[in-house]
């Protein structure tokens, strides 16, 4: 069997917390899954044990013994969480959503008892406001001056 490039061996302490942690209160999956990785891996399990023992992939457990040897000095349970996910850029700024407020707090278009998000959102292409936007991001937006 070749040698681990990343060990685990968690102190005392981090053992009790990671038990602690999957034992107790509501957390993603993923979060309990790393703790269980980490559990497991001190336990000297292989990898191939712990991908059948949690239904996870040999990347899943190489990425969670990696970051474990980087983090060596970090609290155990900050180890768990994730990092931020970059994401779509945001496309509405405060600026788009100061002009969603005024448009929906005006008196409503001539045949319409009210402003619709179709509506708004045309009336922002019209504006010049935004070149285009989907419904769901005017609703975002609404639902944020409220």
């Given at each position: 069997?070749?040698?681990?490039?990343?060990?685990?061996q968690?102190?005392?302490?981090?053992?009790?917390?990671?038990?602690?942690?999957?034992?107790?209160?509501?957390?993603?999956?993923?979060?309990?899954?790393?703790?269980?990785?980490?559990?497991?891996?001190?336990?000297?399990?292989?990898?191939?044990?712990?991908?059948?023992?949690?239904?996870?992939?040999?990347?899943?457990?190489?990425?969670?013994?990696?970051?474990?040897?980087?983090s060596?000095?970090?609290?155990?349970?900050?180890?768990?969480?994730?990092?931020?996910?970059?994401?779509?850029?945001?496309?509405?700024?405060?600026?788009?959503?100061?002009?969603?407020?005024?448009?929906?707090?005006?008196?409503?278009?001539?045949?319409?008892?009210?402003?619709?998000?179709?509506?708004?959102?045309?009336?922002?292409?019209?504006?010049?406001v935004?070149?285009?936007?989907?419904?769901?991001?005017?609703?975002?937006?609404?639902?944020?001056?409220?």
């Amino acid at each position: 069997m070749p040698k681990k490039v990343y060990r685990v061996q968690l102190t005392v302490e981090e053992r009790e917390r990671l038990e602690t942690y999957v034992k107790q209160g509501k957390k993603s999956a993923r979060a309990m899954n790393r703790a269980r990785i980490l559990l497991l891996a001190d336990e000297q399990h292989s990898d191939e044990e712990i991908m059948e023992a949690l239904g996870i992939s040999r990347q899943t457990v190489f990425k969670v013994r990696k970051k474990y040897n980087e983090s060596k000095n970090a609290n155990i349970l900050t180890i768990l969480q994730e990092s931020p996910r970059p994401g779509q850029p945001v496309k509405l700024d405060s600026r788009v959503e100061a002009h969603v407020a005024m448009i929906a707090c005006s008196e409503a278009p001539e045949g319409a008892a009210r402003w619709t998000l179709h509506m708004i959102a045309a009336r922002l292409v019209e504006l010049k406001v935004v070149d285009s936007i989907c419904l769901e991001s005017v609703r975002k937006a609404l639902k944020k001056t409220n």
